[in-house]
C-alpha cells in the first residue's frame, strides 16, 4: 500500500504561483511513476503531468506546458508541482497519483491521494 498526502493548495490571483507537494509513504518503491491529475468543478477528471522514478521523464498535459513544472525528492519521498501563470480554468482539485507504468497512470488500480482544492481568480 502507499499513502498520498497532498498540500499546497489555495485560493491565488491570476498570473500569481502556488506550489504543491505530496508526500509519500508506505510502498513507495512500487511507484516508478509519480503524477497529478485535476478535476475542474462540473468537469471530469485530467491528466496534469507525470514523472519517472530518476526524473528522467516528464510529461505534460498541452493545457499546463511551459506554465507548469513537475519534480520530485525521492529521499524525502516527496512529489512537487509548480504551477506559474496561473489561470481562472486552472481551478480544480489537484490530486496527486501513484503508478507502475506510465501508460495506465490515472488507472483506479493506482494510489490517489485525497486532493487539494486550488481556486484562480481573475
Known amino acids: 500500500q502507499v499513502q498520498l498526502v497532498e498540500s499546497g493548495g489555495g485560493l491565488v490571483q491570476a498570473g500569481g504561483s502556488l506550489r504543491l507537494s505530496c508526500v509519500a509513504s508506505?510502498?513507495?518503491?512500487?511507484?516508478?511513476?509519480m503524477g497529478w491529475f485535476r478535476q475542474p468543478p462540473g468537469k471530469a477528471r485530467e491528466f496534469v503531468a507525470a514523472?519517472?522514478?530518476?526524473?528522467?521523464?516528464?510529461y505534460y498535459s498541452d493545457s499546463v506546458e511551459g506554465r507548469f513544472t513537475i519534480s520530485r525528492d525521492n529521499a524525502r519521498n516527496t512529489m512537487y508541482l509548480q504551477m506559474n501563470s496561473l489561470k481562472p480554468e486552472d481551478t480544480a482539485v489537484y490530486y496527486c497519483?501513484?503508478?507502475?507504468?506510465?501508460?495506465?497512470?490515472?488507472?483506479?488500480?493506482?494510489?490517489w491521494g485525497q486532493g487539494t482544492q486550488v481556486t484562480v481568480s481573475s
Open positions: 514523472i519517472s522514478w530518476r526524473s528522467s521523464d516528464t
Open positions: 508506505g510502498r513507495t518503491f512500487s511507484s516508478n511513476y
Open positions: 497519483v501513484a503508478a507502475p507504468k506510465i501508460d495506465t497512470i490515472g488507472s483506479r488500480s493506482d494510489y
